[in-house]
């Protein structure tokens, strides 16, 4: 069974440009969650999506934004890119139902930097 | 709101000896999961052991094993007979029950296993 698999691997874009991630889950996993890794700021939360609605999301700014589609690829968006915004992002599935969550699978991350 | 702290930033252990990596939680939650993941040099955070909050017995994955402490909201791991390739950041993770996949990480403890 493939794992979680995050496209790019890596990025490099320059500060007021935008960016999209991509994350493909493990097969059958119905969410995905997005998290920001930064040595200042640890692994934070930025949102959840599950079954193609965003059930839940983090304290980010409205630059960040994201989607599900049918098949549960994820993709999430920065805009307006800020010098903070550089970080690995990483992302995760689960093979949870309504409400019943379960351990979560990691993908290896993209690492954004913007100049 | 839920916390996780791991008040530990770097921890380092003999090959062959025991290690004990510290967190504690803060949660308003009845019903949670509790998780130490491992996140090598190579990004990939891998799940090591996991702990259901109903459950009192401390849960055991061959060489990992937990002190769950619930009245004192504490969660610690025991990595006994380390090996060089255990050496990786290790996060603890609070995640509450009730249909969302939110982990909340701690900062992080950098394990260094020594030859």
């Known amino acids: 069974k493939a794992g979680v698999t995050q496209t790019p691997r890596y990025l490099i874009k320059t500060r007021g440009q935008q960016v999209t991630l991509s994350c493909s889950p493990i097969s059958g996993h119905r969410s995905v969650s997005w998290y920001q890794q930064t040595p200042g700021q640890g692994l934070q939360f930025l949102f959840e999506y599950f079954s193609e609605t965003q059930r839940n999301k983090g304290n980010f700014p409205g630059r960040f934004s994201g989607r599900q589609f049918s098949n549960s690829r994820s993709e999430m968006n920065v805009s307006t890119l800020e010098l903070g915004d550089s970080a690995l992002y990483l992302c995760?599935?689960?093979?949870?139902?309504?409400?019943?969550?379960?351990?979560?699978?990691f993908g290896q991350g993209t690492r954004l930097t913007v100049v | 709101a839920q916390t996780v702290t791991q008040s530990q930033p770097e921890m380092s252990v003999q090959e062959a000896e025991t290690v004990t990596l510290s967190c504690t939680y803060d949660?308003?939650?009845?019903?949670?999961?509790l998780f130490w993941y491992k996140q090598p040099p190579s990004r990939q955070m891998i799940l090591v052991i996991r702990?259901?909050?109903?459950?009192?017995q401390n849960a055991t994955e061959n060489r990992f094993s937990v002190n769950f402490q619930k009245a004192a909201k504490s969660f610690s791991l025991k990595i006994s007979d380390s090996q060089l390739g255990d050496a990786a950041m290790y996060f603890c993770?609070?995640?509450?029950?009730?249909?969302?996949?939110?982990?909340?990480f701690g900062k992080g403890t950098k394990l260094t296993v020594n030859p």
């Open positions: 993770a609070c995640l509450p029950q009730g249909g969302s996949e939110k982990l909340v």
């Open positions: 949660t308003s939650e009845s019903d949670y999961y």
């Open positions: 702990q259901e909050a109903y459950k009192q």
């Open positions: 995760a599935s689960s093979s949870q139902t309504v409400s019943l969550s379960t351990e979560a699978f």
